[in-house]
């Protein structure tokens, strides 16, 4: 099975399912970048979750706490919510799920 790849914009959250004619983003003219579209569904409910309570504006100590859980065991939760969309930090783990319609 062949790899879908989809472009992204690397300011905005602009998105393009197939190849784009142009390398710049039509809405805020930075660069398009390629990715491998990866499936929403891998995320677990304990990462929706963690990531839900990302968007109520809580940091990690705060979901921490409410959570019951360690800083580290939070941190390594986000870390592989990460890892399984393909994105580098919180707030574009975020946007992508938002994007995702994994979250409202």
Known sequence: ?????????TFCTFEAATNPQRTTCPR???????RLATS???LNADE?????????????PQIAERI??????????????RAKTGTKTNPELV???MRAEVIQ
């Open 1 to 9: 099975m062949p790899k879908l790849y989809r472009w992204f914009c």
């Open 28 to 34: 805020c003219s930075h660069a398009l970048e390629r």
């Open 40 to 42: 929403m569904e891998k």
């Open 48 to 60: 929706i979750k963690i990531i839900n309570l990302m968007v109520e504006g809580l940091r990690m």
């Open 68 to 81: 019951g859980w360690s800083e580290d065991k939070v941190g390594r939760y986000l870390q592989e919510a």
């Open 95 to 97: 946007a992508e799920c």
